[in-house]
């Protein structure tokens, strides 16, 4: 069985990896703006997708690496983050008490003690709003799950090809597209069969979802969502999810060239003025895909809604060469980079020169306090 202090370590440690994740992403993403490659939605998708996949794969490089450094290979490679600093501090990179700077190199095993063992209020509070949020989120993600069941069973079976499901409902106005266990659902309002250009932009946008895979990244994100909801990386993570499916998904559609672009637009804000009177039903229905959202928050604000976004990049779409060459040339250095903090952000392992050192200065400025007490106890006598 797994001690409790190793999976919360890991669970730190998964959530310092999606901050600097998402700090070296946006760090691209602006690299991207500003060589003019801002249209290429599909390599970003892409991109973000696998940064994340190489969060999950991390802990087996951590691993290779331990298992090379046990047998003799790396011993010499040190990229302890803890250790490289305590170095620092030996060699007079900053001045502090060393009591001081130990107790805060320490700080995060204390504070994985102290949680593990319930020991003191911080402690407490920090496991009863873990808690509490997973609750919530599960029991969010549980009741949002069940309400896309019933639209889904609900609906009226249309045409299926393979394990995709074509259905009709009078219960939603927004096309979206689900998944089962096995068989995929594309699900789209009884109205737009006699709309025919509205339904063929609509299949076209859904399916291209199911090509890509959106689906299943979005119930994976869902399923986090409980366990990562303090963690804002994790929401701006999913927002840029979002976004960037839609967008990817735009300008896949008219890549094919079946779909006019105004055709296209005409159908998106067309389907926008529905989600503006949608039921609260499908709102909270997750983990769903769907053509179109309304952006209330943006309405209010006076800022770009996310739509009008979308209608812009396809007014003004490029085609990127050589999509391959980019993702790849971008994310060999986000994986070392992100592998390299995954190594550098672990617990120190057995007691290094330098540790050994900082406890002996410890230990020094621990007596000399001592004596010097004793000695202002000797005058006063």
Known sequence: MIPGDALLDAFINANILLVVAYGLWSAARFLFHRFGLSHSFSTQLQLLNSVFVVIVLSPFVILGFTTLQSNGYAQAVNVNLSDMVVAYYLNGGFSMQATEFERLVNLRDTFLNDVVNAAGWVAWLVIAAFLVGLAVGAGRLVFSTF???RIVSASYAWRQFGRVRLRLSDKTLVPFSTRGVWFYYVVVPSHMLGQPRELSVSLAHEFQHLR?????????????????????????????????????????????????????????????????????????????????????????????????????????????????????????????AIMLTAVAIQRPGDWSQDRLMLSTVVNLERLDEINRLSTFGRIRN
Request: net charge positive; with cysteine; aromatic share 8%.
């Open 212 to 336: 890509q895979g959106d689906i299943e990244w979005e119930i994976v994100l869902e399923a986090l969502k409980p366990f990562f909801f303090l963690n804002p990386a994790f929401h701006a993570w999913k927002r840029q999810v979002e976004n960037l499916r839609e967008l990817s998904c735009d300008a896949e559609v008219l890549t094919r060239g079946r779909i006019d672009v105004r055709a296209y637009c005409d159908t998106l804000l067309a389907v926008c003025q529905q989600t503006l009177r949608r039921d609260r039903m499908f709102v909270v229905a997750v983990p769903k895909v769907t053509l179109v959202t309304a952006d209330r928050s943006a309405l209010r604000d006076g800022r770009m809604s996310f739509l009008e976004r979308r209608i812009l990049s396809l007014l003004d779409m490029r085609h990127l060469r050589r999509p391959r060459l980019l993702y790849l040339a971008t994310l060999m250095p986000l994986a070392a």
């Open 147 to 149: 309400c896309l069941f």
